[in-house]
Every structure is written in C-alpha cells, then in structure tokens.
Nanobody, 124 residues
C-alpha cells in the first residue's frame, strides 16, 4: 500500500513559479509510476505528467513541456512538480498519484493511489 501526501500549492502571479511535493509512504516505489493530475473548476481532470520511479523517465502534457519538470528523490521517497512560467490557465487542484506494475513506461491513466491534492492559483 502506498500513501501520498501533497503540499506546496499556493497563490502566485502569472510568470511565477511553484514547486509541488508528493511524499510517499508505505512500500518501495520501485516498479511504480508517480503521476500528476489537475482539475480546474468546471473542467475534467487532466493528466499533467509523470515519472517512472525505477528509470526516471518522464512524460508531460504538451502544454506543460518546457515549463514543468517532474523529479524524484529516491532516499526521501519524494516526487516534485516544479512549475515555472505559470499562467492563469494552470489554476487547478493538483494531485499526485501512484500506479504499480508499470515496467519501463509512464502511464497516463489507471492510477491506484491518490494524494489529497493541493491548490494552485495563478493570478493575472
């Protein structure tokens, strides 16, 4: 079983940066992917990107490429979402999630465990 805790959200002006954290507890994340999702009011949940814990491979939503970076700290079992050049349209509740049995790829869905979410608000 994996438990995930989200933190790091807040209010930031357009063009600013935030780093979201996902702290994992429980079993090792070897063989897992950790993904980031977001959901804005009135919109569907959206896959932002993810990282393969074993290989460090990452995958990003097109709109996040070049602005967002996902990284991991193996020793601390932490995953980070560094968000730069934030835009008002990035405003959403952000979640991290974990999925087991993924091999060498980063899935875009089917995640098993979810963090509680952290709010990101970007003002114009």
């Amino acid at each position: 079983q994996v438990r995930l805790l989200n933190s790091g959200g807040g209010l930031v002006q357009a063009g600013g940066s935030l780093r979201l954290s996902c702290a994992a507890s429980g079993r090792t994340l070897n063989g897992y992917a950790v993904g980031w999702f977001r959901q804005a009011p009135g919109k569907e949940r959206e896959f932002v990107g993810g990282i393969n814990w074993t290989f460090g491979s990452t995958y990003y939503l097109d709109s996040a490429k070049g602005r967002f970076t996902i990284s991991r700290d193996n020793a601390k079992k932490m995953v980070y979402l560094q968000m730069n050049s934030l835009k008002p349209e990035d405003t959403a509740l952000y979640y991290c999630a974990a999925k087991s049995g993924i091999g060498s790829y980063v899935p875009r869905g089917g995640y098993d465990y979810w963090g509680q979410g952290t709010q990101v608000t970007v003002s114009a």
